[in-house]
């Protein structure tokens, strides 16, 4: 089994919500990471979480918060987003951190209005 | 800081035609990931090259690992339509490096 779930699937909201991306594995992966997607473009990097603590931030606006309560899971709390923000996110964890293989999630589809 | 070169950045095919992608670097690699995504999914592995010289066969597609782990190609053999996607080379090194992707479109 080598399944990342995420959801919701899709997502839209408003400038001043608050909303939250969720990420599982079941697979014993202690290194989870965070990527945003543009159309036709490679993922970019935001976080990554080695046993549970951050352990690289991309430089990312501070609107976006990651949380990884557990080894299983991880969340990404998004408050005040700007229009810009709007993109596929996408989960994916490996073994361990710098592990070759990441495996991962299908993604998030978010709209900011 | 790793680059990997990825080209072309679009391909546009009939069905049944060969095609070759290609991923080149000025840097070594612990290993190279290839993967495939279709519009609104994530990013699905296909292979994962480790070995200077390697060749790794998935029915019709051959992936081939340069002999100093600086470049790789993908071939895809008598393609078709579900081959249609964005095919993304990444290499290991700490952090996944991506290259900037290629858009196949193979046409029925």
């Known amino acids: 089994d080598t399944e990342v779930t995420q959801t919701p699937k899709h997502l839209v909201m408003g400038m001043t919500n608050k909303k939250s991306l969720k990420c599982e594995q079941h697979m014993g992966h202690r290194a989870m990471y965070w990527y945003k997607q543009k159309a036709k473009k490679p993922p970019e990097l935001m976080f990554v979480?080695?046993?549970?603590?951050?352990?690289i931030n991309e430089s990312v606006p501070s609107r976006f918060s990651p949380e990884c309560p557990n080894s299983s899971l991880l969340n990404l709390h998004l408050h005040a987003l700007q229009p810009e923000d709007s993109a596929l996110y996408l989960c994916a964890s490996s073994l361990r951190q710098g592990q070759d293989i990441q495996y991962f999630g299908a993604g998030t589809r978010l709209s900011v209005l | 800081t790793q680059l990997l070169e990825q080209s072309p950045q679009f391909l546009s095919i009939q069905e049944g035609e060969n095609l070759t992608v290609y991923c080149n670097s000025s840097s070594v690699f612990s290993s190279l990931q290839w993967y495939r995504q279709e519009p609104g999914e994530g990013p699905v592995l296909l292979v994962t090259v480790v070995t200077g010289g390697e060749v790794k066969k998935l029915k019709r597609l051959t992936f081939q690992f340069g002999d100093a782990r600086k470049d790789s190609s993908l071939h895809i053999t008598a393609a078709q339509p579900g081959d249609t996607g964005l095919y993304l080379c990444?290499?290991?090194?700490?952090?996944?490096?991506f290259g900037q992707g290629t858009i196949l479109t193979v046409h029925p």
């Open positions: 990444a290499g290991s090194g700490g952090k996944l490096t």
């Open positions: 979480y080695s046993y549970e603590k951050l352990s």
